[in-house]
């Protein structure tokens, strides 16, 4: 249930290729839903990736979202997380009055994509880093 993004030259390449691959299809089975690749960032100990879901069907609601998948090393041991980012009519869903929301999910286990997700609920985006994403597509 994963894609790549038609436009991209290449959203999976280098030495995270087959963890990035078995994560991003991990966290579509654990979601239900396709999850493209829309971009990925490599670095020495990660990665950064660039996730969407559907594109929006539904004419009333127009529901989608788009997400921040990343692996960091931390005191030796792999931390992955998704960021998901939720849209109405191409406009990011926020919770209260806060600036930015997002829901987090946390990946536990190998990086062979056979670890299980967990979700660590709604949080504020308290420091702005996920700014950008505040229109779906942007």
């Known amino acids: 249930m994963t894609d ?3 436009h991209s030259n290449s959203p999976v390449a280098g030495r995270w290729q087959s963890t990035t691959s078995a994560i991003v ?5 654990y979601i239900g839903q396709t ?3 829309v971009d990925t960032r ?6 950064s990736c660039f996730i969407r879901g559907p594109a929006p069907s539904d004419p009333l609601f127009m529901a989608a979202w788009e997400g921040v ?3 960091e090393h931390s005191e030796g041991r792999p931390d992955i997380s998704a960021a998901l980012f939720f849209y109405s009519r191409g ?5 209260d009055n806060q600036n ?4 987090l999910l946390v990946y536990d286990g190998e990086l062979d994509g056979s670890g299980t997700w967990r979700n660590e609920g709604w949080l504020e985006d308290v420091f702005g880093e996920f700014e950008a994403h505040d229109h779906y597509g942007g």
């Open 42 to 47: 490599e670095v020495d100990e990660g990665f």
């Open 35 to 37: 999850v493209q690749l």
């Open 25 to 29: 299809a991990s966290l579509a089975d």
């Open 4 to 6: 790549t993004d038609e």
């Open 100 to 103: 930015g929301s997002f829901l």
């Open 69 to 71: 998948l990343g692996m």
């Open 91 to 95: 406009r990011r869903v926020r919770l």
